[in-house]
């Protein structure tokens, strides 16, 4: 079990609506006692993505479940806590990881007739990078639920420390693991 | 130039009567005796300490409720998408 205390820890996106909705009481008392102690940290690429969704759903969806969508856009946008900047030096650190890994380590993510891209995939791919150099600039452990995404990037950063110079390793915690 | 004052001001104080359950106020005395301030420090500081927490739990839940209107009554595909992650028909490739 990670100690809530023990924060501030960046989220990734899927780690932030995992636990968001997470209803079992474990999960949900370590969630209070962490924002006892701290505000969830995202990076703005989590933002982005976040409202990316909610825009496609809305405009998908019929006329009377907008409504709905649009306020929980709303209350998602409402109660952010920290966002981390996309700013110089995650920018360097993002981009040094691109070039290790430049193909994404696990295929399209696909269920029975929908399949996501390759386009998709990469640009996905080239967003956990970012989010990972965020972790690594703020020096703050990443809680992730995409442990084939996430792993490979700390792998590639143990080989390589002289392409980061003062920072790593890259700590991860899966969000299963919390509580 | 921003500069912090030198002395912080005092705070604004009121006088008030309340009634306490007796054996927090035995407690209270007893502290205030051990660190020798006056009963009513050792009050005010576990007011504000009680007041900070119970602005904190409420900052707590409106967070944990604000995540529950933005992720509750989507499907597990819609929630892919609210993810980052898109998928799209293998027809219409």
Not at chain 2, 2 to 26: E, G, M, V, W
Request: hydrophobic share 40%; with cysteine; net charge positive.
């Amino acid at each position: 079990m990670v100690p809530p205390s023990s924060g501030p820890f960046l989220f990734d996106t899927s780690a932030e609506s995992w636990l968001g909705r997470a209803e079992h009481p474990s999960i949900s008392a370590w969630m209070r006692e962490y924002l006892s102690h701290d505000e969830i940290h995202i990076s703005a690429v989590t933002v982005m993505e976040r409202v990316r969704g909610y825009s496609l759903l809305w405009r998908r969806a019929e006329k009377s479940r907008q409504e709905r969508i649009e306020g929980a856009r709303v209350a998602y946008l409402t109660k952010l806590g920290r966002v981390w900047p996309v700013d110089g030096a995650v920018a360097v650190v993002a981009g040094e990881i691109m070039a290790l890994l430049p193909d994404p380590p696990t295929p399209p993510r696909q269920s029975h007739q929908l399949r996501e891209s390759r386009q998709e995939r990469l640009a996905r791919w080239r967003f956990d990078a970012m989010i990972a150099a965020t972790a690594l600039v703020a020096r703050v452990p990443l809680i992730h639920n995409n442990a084939g995404d996430f792993e490979s990037i700390r792998t590639a950063i143990e080989r390589s420390p002289e392409r980061f110079p003062n920072l790593g390793p890259l700590d991860l915690i899966r969000c299963a693991s919390l509580a | 130039m921003n500069r912090k004052p030198r002395f912080s001001l005092p705070l604004k104080k009121r006088r008030t009567t309340l009634t306490l359950p007796a054996d927090s106020l035995t407690e209270a005395q007893r502290i205030a005796r051990t660190r020798r301030v006056n009963l009513s420090t050792v009050i005010a500081e576990a007011l504000s300490e009680g007041l900070r927490l119970q602005t904190v739990g409420e900052r707590s839940e409106e967070v944990l409720e604000s995540y529950k209107k933005a992720f509750s009554g989507f499907s597990d595909e819609e929630m892919s998408i609210l993810d980052g992650v898109l998928l799209e028909s293998v027809n219409r490739r």
